[in-house]
Structures are given as C-alpha cells and as structure tokens.
C-alpha cells in the first residue's frame, strides 16, 4: 500500500506562483506513473500532468503547458508540482495520484490505484 500526502496549497494572487509537495509512504514510488489532478467546484476531476517516475518523462495537459513544471526527488520519495503564472481557472483542489503500472491512458484517473486526500489551491484576480 502506499500512502499519498499533498501539502502546498494555498491561496495566492493571479499571477503568483505555488509548489505542490506529494509525500509518498508505505514503499518506494520509484518505477511508478504519478501524476496531478485536479477537481474545480461543479467540475469534474482532471489530468494536469503526469511524470513517469524511472524515465522521468513529462505528460502535461494543454492548461499547464508552459506554467506548471513536475519532478520527483527519489530521496525523499516525493514528487512537487511548481505552478506558475497562476490564473483563477487554476482554482481547484489539487490530487496526487500513483500507478505502479505504466499502462493504460496516463490521463485517465481509472488509472491509477492510490490517491491523496487533495489541496487547496484559490488564485484570486
């Protein structure tokens, strides 16, 4: 089992920026996909971007393009979410997902097992 707890969220001025932290315990995410979502009031959850965590190639959705940055720190078994250039339609609350199988659509929330609990994040204008 693994344990997924985001940490970061906030609220900041359109235009500020954000650093999520997603700490995984229980095992080593090493080898596995994980990735950000997000869910805005009366929406549904969203892909934001995905990192697989071996090859450390980089999925993002068109809305984070250019803005939010993911790594991963295999030391402390975390991966962050730098977010940049914020906008209000980035209000949301934001989860950390993790997958230790590198298949099916990276996109799609089916596709992955573990889940945080999710943070805050309100952009004002």
């Known amino acids: 089992q693994v344990q997924l707890v985001e940490s970061g969220g906030g609220l900041v001025q359109a235009g500020g920026s954000l650093r999520l932290s997603c700490a995984a315990s229980?095992?080593?995410?090493?080898?596995?996909?994980m990735a950000w979502f997000r869910q805005a009031p009366g929406k549904e959850r969203e892909f934001v971007v995905v990192i697989r965590w071996t090859a450390g190639s980089t999925y993002y959705a068109d809305s984070a393009k250019g803005r939010f940055t993911i790594s991963r720190d295999s030391a402390k078994n975390t991966v962050y979410l730098q977010m940049n250039s914020l906008k209000p339609d980035d209000t949301a609350v934001y989860y950390c997902a993790a997958s230790p199988y590198d298949s099916g659509y990276y996109y799609s929330q089916r596709n992955y097992q573990y889940w945080g609990q999710g943070t805050q994040v309100t952009v004002s204008s």
């Open positions: 229980g095992r080593t995410v090493s080898g596995y996909r």
